[in-house]
């Protein structure tokens, strides 16, 4: 693969998931605006009951960058609203102001409070500020940037500026010993246009994205075919195969898994976008019944790649002592191959139920075989049949320099069965994989006509 196409491959790759979390940060954004906002269009909550023994209850400083902070423009549109809603549950007349954090403080200064230092879900944690408890009732200041008091339940709007603010609750005489109801809302004009933004960015990243990916894959589709021997048609359109080095080196298995790791970080990044690219055919195939040739080529290449690394040094069955190639492409002298027939046509039907339905029954197959996590109630791991039969493989290596022929045909023939269904529930082929264990490193020839 050229250069500039594996760079147009790491780049899509890198797009697609700043799209994705875009598209969902403002899907979500619209969703809550459309439905959890209360008839003012606030976001409210009632926060847990305030009971305090002190002179008043207050925020903390909130610092909205008064010197020298942004331009008021930028708080127009923002367009934010705070609604403060407080009620003594002993019917004393109450207080609740937002004033500038100076003259509280001042006003305050040497009077017993409680200031809220963090919100626990509803719940508020306070730092006691000790002092005493005569102060002038906040009534007869002049100071408040918005204030309502008296008795039942009072409302405070306050359209959110520049400065240094604090929000305080009190009772409305100055007098010690709170036991209110409070509920915060927060409204703000600047969200509906901040979801729509997010939404037309990851669309226009992911289409990026796609379009990067999709130039990247073609680039081995174009590459001139090897001058190999034809293959032998087999009955399945998942094509894999393996061959046994003659002569293994007894212990390198020990340090594959560590020489492999920069194939490790390269495949992270290419099956997320493998993961995108089977996103974008799903859709392809539902309106088209065809699956995009360039991303099959690209989803062929990656699957290809996983399972040279994966007979290299993991559970593929450590057959060979040859480093893997860093290629989408087929690489015929390559011990380890893997190719998928492309389908000219799939079905619109069996792309919406092949994944969470159909293949179920493999599942069950594949867990056994290959092991899994969080099986126990410990959530830790279990080990499979496959992995067992590979590290036993390694051991009669290691002490007898020499692979077992018929635990080489076992494992690649499990192998090839969980490609089967890999290639099936990643949309790439119609063919239910058969239940059925087909052995060697040679995948069977199809029955004649």
């Given at each position: 693969m050229k250069p500039g196409r594996i760079v147009a491959l790491v780049l899509g790759v890198l797009l697609a998931l700043p799209s994705l979390g875009?598209?969902?940060g403002g899907g979500a954004l619209l969703a809550a605006y459309a439905t959890q906002r209360d008839d003012a269009g606030f976001f409210a909550a009632d926060l847990a009951r305030v009971a305090s023994g002190t002179i008043a209850v207050t925020s903390e400083d909130v610092d909205l960058g008064s010197d020298p902070g942004p331009p008021d423009a930028v708080f127009d549109a923002i367009d934010a609203t705070i609604r403060l809603r407080a009620a003594n549950l002993d019917g004393t007349p109450v207080f609740v102001g937002i004033g500038p954090a100076e003259d509280v403080g001042a006003y305050?200064?040497?009077?017993?409070?409680?200031?809220?230092?963090?919100?626990?879900?509803?719940?508020?944690?306070?730092?006691?500020?000790?002092g005493g408890l005569e102060v002038t009732p906040p009534t007869d200041l002049g100071f408040w940037v918005a204030s309502a008091s008296g008795s039942g339940t009072q409302e405070l709007t306050w359209e959110v500026a520049s400065g240094d603010w604090v929000a305080v609750l009190m009772n409305a005489d100055g007098s010690p010993g709170i036991l209110a109801d409070l509920n915060v809302g927060v409204r703000a004009g600047i969200i509906p246009g901040l979801a729509a933004g997010l939404l037309v960015l990851g669309v226009?990243?992911?289409?990026?994205?796609?379009?990067?990916?999709?130039?990247?894959?073609?680039?081995?589709?174009?590459?001139?075919?090897?001058l190999v021997e034809e293959p032998v048609p087999t009955a399945d359109p998942v094509r894999l195969e393996a061959e046994l080095d003659p002569e293994l080196s007894p212990w390198k298995w020990v340090v594959k898994w560590l020489l492999a790791i920069?194939?490790?970080?390269?495949?992270?990044?290419?099956?997320?976008?493998?993961?995108?690219?089977?996103?974008?055919?799903?859709?392809?195939?539902?309106?088209?019944?065809?699956?995009?040739?360039?991303?099959?080529?690209?989803?062929?290449?990656?699957?290809?790649?996983?399972w040279r690394v994966a007979y290299?040094?993991?559970?593929?069955?450590?057959?060979?002592?040859?480093?893997p190639p860093f290629s989408l492409q087929a690489d015929p002298e390559y011990p380890a191959t893997l190719d998928i027939a492309y389908p000219e046509h799939l079905s619109r039907g069996l792309v919406l139920v092949k994944w969470w339905l159909l293949a179920i029954p493999h599942y069950v197959v594949l867990a056994i075989v290959e092991g899994g996590w969080g099986a126990t109630p410990e959530g830790v791991s279990y080990p499979g049949l496959l992995p067992v039969l590979v590290v036993i493989a390694a051991v009669v290596l290691l002490f007898r320099g020499r692979y077992p022929r018929g635990l080489f045909d076992l494992i690649v023939g499990f192998n090839r069965w969980g490609f089967r269904v890999a290639a099936y529930v990643l949309l790439m082929t119609d063919r239910y994989p058969p239940f059925r264990l087909d052995q060697g490193g040679r995948e069977p020839a199809a029955e004649p006509s």
């Amino acid at each position: 693969m050229k250069p500039g196409r594996i760079v147009a491959l790491v780049l899509g790759v890198l797009l697609a998931l700043p799209s994705l979390g875009l598209l969902f940060g403002g899907g979500a954004l619209l969703a809550a605006y459309a439905t959890q906002r209360d008839d003012a269009g606030f976001f409210a909550a009632d926060l847990a009951r305030v009971a305090s023994g002190t002179i008043a209850v207050t925020s903390e400083d909130v610092d909205l960058g008064s010197d020298p902070g942004p331009p008021d423009a930028v708080f127009d549109a923002i367009d934010a609203t705070i609604r403060l809603r407080a009620a003594n549950l002993d019917g004393t007349p109450v207080f609740v102001g937002i004033g500038p954090a100076e003259d509280v403080g001042a006003y305050l200064s040497g009077a017993a409070r409680d200031e809220v230092r963090d919100v626990d879900g509803r719940r508020l944690r306070y730092r006691e500020v000790p002092g005493g408890l005569e102060v002038t009732p906040p009534t007869d200041l002049g100071f408040w940037v918005a204030s309502a008091s008296g008795s039942g339940t009072q409302e405070l709007t306050w359209e959110v500026a520049s400065g240094d603010w604090v929000a305080v609750l009190m009772n409305a005489d100055g007098s010690p010993g709170i036991l209110a109801d409070l509920n915060v809302g927060v409204r703000a004009g600047i969200i509906p246009g901040l979801a729509a933004g997010l939404l037309v960015l990851g669309v226009l990243l992911g289409a990026l994205a796609v379009g990067l990916i999709a130039f990247g894959a073609r680039g081995h589709a174009a590459a001139e075919p090897a001058l190999v021997e034809e293959p032998v048609p087999t009955a399945d359109p998942v094509r894999l195969e393996a061959e046994l080095d003659p002569e293994l080196s007894p212990w390198k298995w020990v340090v594959k898994w560590l020489l492999a790791i920069p194939h490790y970080v390269v495949l992270a990044f290419l099956w997320i976008g493998f993961l995108v690219t089977t996103f974008v055919a799903f859709f392809a195939i539902v309106f088209t019944g065809r699956y995009p040739r360039g991303l099959f080529d690209y989803g062929v290449g990656v699957l290809r790649w996983t399972w040279r690394v994966a007979y290299y040094a993991l559970s593929g069955g450590l057959g060979t002592d040859r480093y893997p190639p860093f290629s989408l492409q087929a690489d015929p002298e390559y011990p380890a191959t893997l190719d998928i027939a492309y389908p000219e046509h799939l079905s619109r039907g069996l792309v919406l139920v092949k994944w969470w339905l159909l293949a179920i029954p493999h599942y069950v197959v594949l867990a056994i075989v290959e092991g899994g996590w969080g099986a126990t109630p410990e959530g830790v791991s279990y080990p499979g049949l496959l992995p067992v039969l590979v590290v036993i493989a390694a051991v009669v290596l290691l002490f007898r320099g020499r692979y077992p022929r018929g635990l080489f045909d076992l494992i690649v023939g499990f192998n090839r069965w969980g490609f089967r269904v890999a290639a099936y529930v990643l949309l790439m082929t119609d063919r239910y994989p058969p239940f059925r264990l087909d052995q060697g490193g040679r995948e069977p020839a199809a029955e004649p006509s």
